[in-house]
């Protein structure tokens, strides 16, 4: 899914979850994490080698 404004907007955890990633169709590894009492993140994640990396960028 693109994370354009309004869909922002409708991000929300189904029940039962403490922590969902949404990740960007058109930009590659960039998403927003989004935890159970309502804080938002963006992150970045890519590769090194065979491990799987996140980078924070902000609320």
Sequence with gaps: MRLTKQ???D???PPGRTELIYIDEALAGFGLRVRAGGNYTWIAQYRVGQRQRR???GT
């Design 7 to 9: 869909v922002l907007k």
């Design 11 to 13: 991000l929300n955890l």
């Design 55 to 57: 980078m924070t960028f």
